[in-house]
């Protein structure tokens, strides 16, 4: 699956660039759907490893191509997210 990273995560995250967010993205623990759709189609919402030791958050939509655009990722995950996937910050499944 390709990923396209919006401008404004650069931007807000001078630290992250596309080359993170491609690898976290391949690299995700977990990716889950968000009921409802986004300005681009379907919302996906997960965590990976960007390869420097970080955990990325990632929120990104379904392009009609099948690509990801990426348009939110920071590090380190929100614990909204988190509970949001059912896990802690250690990565262990909740429950």
Do not use: C
């Not at 967010?21 to 379907?42: C, D, K, N, S, Y």
């Not at 009609?64 to 990565?91: C, F, I, N, W």
């Amino acid at each position: 699956m390709q990923v396209h990273m919006h401008p404004r995560v650069s931007e807000r995250h001078p630290e992250i660039s596309i080359l993170d967010v491609e690898r976290a993205w391949t690299e995700a623990f977990v990716i889950v759907q968000r009921e409802g759709e986004g300005l681009h189609g379907p919302v996906l919402v997960g965590p990976g490893d960007d390869g420097h030791g970080r955990t990325l958050e990632m929120v990104g939509s379904v392009l009609q191509d099948g690509s990801v655009l990426v348009y939110h990722a920071m590090t380190p995950p929100s614990q909204k997210v988190l509970d949001e996937l059912g896990r802690d910050k250690g990565g262990r499944q909740n429950g």
